[in-house]
């Protein structure tokens, strides 16, 4: 139970030894994420379409299941059998505090958190909290829970103030638990203007640091993870984390080495791209930490194949660079996760066919794309192209923008009401045959990543 701090550039026990962070996200859980359990549009959406169907018991039952059957001991002790020693947990806000009570923090939200540190403390992994979801956003994307698409966070004083209000009941609840190695500020900012990114981190740091002055701090790039564009000096016991999605990795990419979306990859690409974003640790020598990469399988042999040697690719650059990492994600219906929910359980089967709609109409960010709905999303990419050839939104630009408004939003928000209704009727012991499909020992494992990670965990750190 050694508490763990930066020196230089790894990080290191309290003997001095080096502990290289190797791990999984905890994606679907704490902060739920529709292409990992199925749903359209934002959680916060969901829930609300969810207790409109189930009432106020029957939701509470039901949730509170889920979260318990999704992560428990044995999933703790499984990830210790494959080699992993953390877990990087995303945490929506909404456990911890009410939009209608903001400021007011709850203290039962921290029992299904502290339930899931105790479980990989047991098993010798460390844990890293994140804030996924912040008040208001830190971008407009489906994974912050906002309705809205763009970053209020960045708008607003008030939800910095109350991001750093919830920073500080974290910091001042795991104040003296070294089983959790530090606490990631946001996940995947966006802040179009980055002084606003680094003086919230500024004002986090300071607001935590009176509280607790022994954990590490991680601290993601602004656009998504990417960029540290406009970063002072390091800040002391700090980890600074990227994230790497490379072309092939998605769902429909091309070959891999090969051409994806008209872009040649291969190995020294991928480490080139990694080697550019992670400029800013390089030249600061402190530890570099990739708190999210990993590629989404199809089902398909000979695509998967090349996806896992992209993973191994990867993962052994990361090694040379003695990178900690933290793959996404741990468990879903069977795109990303090591561990996956059965096609035959109650969970699948009950809405496979509002998830096929869901792909059909292009909603499914992890398996689908615009190219479902191109009669609606090419006519709109032609008129912005003759209206506004200047207009480039930021984060990703113009198609990105109108996929995010046209299928993240317009498309999706009516499905997660359909999503709901295949839930019509159930009584508590359905709800509670549901949620287990999600349970460990009711679930598949991905037994060539299994492999694939397990021989990564097991690589000595290099000098």
């Given amino acids: 139970m050694d508490w763990l701090r930066v020196a ?17 996200g905890l994606g679907g859980w704490l902060n739920m994420e529709n292409f990992i359990t199925g749903y359209g549009s934002s959680e916060v959406l969901h829930r609300q379409a969810m207790r409109e169907v189930l009432g106020d018991d029957l939701y509470d ?6 979260l318990s059957a999704f ?15 953390s877990l990087r947990i995303p945490l929506n806000y909404r456990h911890l505090e009410d939009d209608l009570r903001p400021g007011v923090i709850r203290e039962d939200g921290f029992a ?14 460390y844990t890293i909290i994140d804030l996924h979801a912040a008040p208001g956003g830190q971008s407009g994307h489906w994974h912050c829970d906002t309705l809205f698409h763009r970053p209020q ?52 740091e300071a607001a935590v640091r009176e509280i607790d002055p022994r954990h590490m701090l991680f601290l993601d790039g602004n656009r998504f993870a990417k960029e540290f564009t406009g970063f002072p000096e390091p800040l002391p016991n700090t980890v600074y984390a990227l994230h790497q999605y490379p072309p092939p990795c998605v769902f429909d990419a091309g070959p891999y080495p090969g051409e994806s979306f008209g872009e040649l990859y291969d190995r020294d690409r991928v480490k080139r791209e990694f080697e550019a974003m992670a400029g800013y640790m390089l030249e600061h020598d402190v530890p570099i930490w990739v708190g999210e990469f990993g590629p989404v399988y199809t089902g398909e042999p000979d695509a998967d194949r090349m996806k896992r040697q992209l993973l191994v690719d990867e993962l052994e650059i990361y090694d040379e660079h003695d990178a900690g990492w933290s793959l996404w994600t741990y468990k879903d219906m069977g795109m990303m996760g090591l561990v996956y929910a059965r096609p035959d359980s109650p969970w699948l089967t009950r809405t496979i066919d509002v998830r096929a709609k869901k792909a059909r109409l292009g909603v499914d960010v992890g398996g689908s794309t615009d190219a479902e709905i191109a009669e609606v999303i090419d006519p709109i990419m032609a008129r912005f192209a003759r209206e506004f050839p200047w207009f480039e939104p930021y984060p990703f630009g113009i ?27 159930i009584t508590s012991e359905d709800a509670a045959a549901i949620v287990s499909s999600f349970r460990f020992d009711q679930c598949d494992t991905n037994d060539d990543v299994c492999a694939i990670v397990a021989k990564a965990c097991h690589a000595p750190a290099r000098v």
């Fill in 112 to 125: 299904q958190l502290d339930r899931a540190i105790d479980a990989c403390a047991a098993h010798g992994v």
């Fill in 399 to 425: 198609e990105s923008h109108v996929g995010r408004l046209v299928r993240a939003i317009l498309f999706a928000e009516p499905l997660a009401y359909e999503f709901a209704r295949c839930f019509a009727g």
């Fill in 71 to 85: 992560f428990g001991d044995a999933d703790a002790a499984f990830l210790a059998s494959v080699g992993v020693n």
């Fill in 61 to 66: 039952d039901f949730f509170s299941g889920f």
């Fill in 153 to 204: 966070l960045w708008e607003h004083a008030h939800f910095q103030q109350r991001t750093i209000g919830i920073w500080q009941a974290i910091a001042d609840h795991y104040r003296d638990q070294p089983w959790v190695a530090g606490y990631n500020f946001l996940n995947e900012p966006a802040a179009e203007d980055p002084r606003d990114l680094v003086d919230l981190y500024r004002r986090l």
């Fill in 8 to 24: 230089g550039r790894h990080v290191v026990n309290e003997a001095g030894e080096r502990v290289v962070l190797r791990g999984f």
